[in-house]
């Protein structure tokens, strides 16, 4: 079991990574604006609204709470925390 939950993190540890070194691609693509869920290094669903992203993913047969998923900002974007 551990070894499973380890691999889980190292996947989304690996797409969270792939997502913000292609943000430019991302955004080149018309994902600004968007969420967009990463498996594998590679979009799998993207939307405006999160609920419709997250539905998408469980109709694809996959468990939302364990891909990736993140907000494409415009560029130049600076979020103040």
Same mark, same amino acid.
């Given at each position: 079991m551990e070894n499973q +939950?380890?691999?889980?993190?190292?996947?989304? @540890? &690996? $797409? &969270?990574k792939w997502f913000h070194e292609n943000? $430019?691609?991302?955004? @080149?693509?018309?994902?600004?604006g968007k969420f967009v869920a990463i498996k594998e290094s590679k979009?799998? !669903? !993207?939307? @405006?609204d999160l609920d419709v992203v997250i539905n998408n993913i469980s109709?694809?047969? +996959?468990?939302? &709470?364990?891909?990736?998923? +993140?907000?494409?900002h415009p560029k130049g974007f600076t979020l103040l925390l």
């Amino acid at each position: 079991m551990e070894n499973q +939950e380890l691999q889980l993190l190292k996947n989304f @540890e &690996s $797409d &969270s990574k792939w997502f913000h070194e292609n943000m $430019d691609m991302l955004r @080149e693509k018309n994902f600004t604006g968007k969420f967009v869920a990463i498996k594998e290094s590679k979009p799998i !669903a !993207a939307n @405006e609204d999160l609920d419709v992203v997250i539905n998408n993913i469980s109709k694809k047969g +996959e468990n939302p &709470s364990l891909v990736f998923i +993140e907000f494409v900002h415009p560029k130049g974007f600076t979020l103040l925390l």
